[in-house]
C-alpha cells in the first residue's frame, strides 16, 4: 500500500517546506525503510502551492514513525487549510483483500 499526503503552502515558504519535507522523508526512510517522494502540482492558486508528499510500501511501523516525524519537523505550522491523507493498494494487492 502507499499513502499520498496533500496540502497547500504559501509560495513564499516554498523552499523551507521542501527542505524540511526532505529531511522528514529521509528521517523516516532511516527509521522504517520506507521510501518517499515530494511533489508539487504545477502553478498557484490562492497564493499556494499545493504540495504531495508519497509514501510507498508502507510497514507495521510507519504510522508511529510518520507521527513522530511529522512532529519533530514542526512543518505543520507552514500548511493552510486541510491536509489530505489518501491510501492505495497496488495491482497485486487487490487479489489479497477480502
Avoid at 527509521?31 to 508502507?58: I, N
Avoid at 514513525?65 to 507552514?78: D, I, N, P
Wanted: glycine share 8%.
Amino acid at each position: 500500500m502507499d499513502r499520498y499526503i496533500y496540502y497547500r503552502v504559501p509560495t513564499d515558504q516554498a523552499l523551507v517546506l521542501q527542505q524540511g519535507v526532505q529531511g522528514l522523508q529521509q528521517r523516516v526512510f532511516d527509521l522504517c525503510g520506507v521510501p518517499s517522494a515530494l511533489k508539487r502540482r504545477p502553478g498557484v492558486q490562492d497564493g499556494c502551492h499545493t504540495w504531495m508528499e508519497v509514501y510507498r510500501g508502507l510497514t507495521p511501523e510507519f504510522e508511529a514513525c510518520l507521527r513522530q516525524c511529522e512532529q519533530e519537523s514542526g512543518l505543520a505550522v507552514l500548511i493552510r487549510g486541510a491536509r489530505h491523507v489518501e491510501d492505495f493498494l497496488d495491482a497485486t494487492e487487490w487479489s489479497n483483500e477480502a
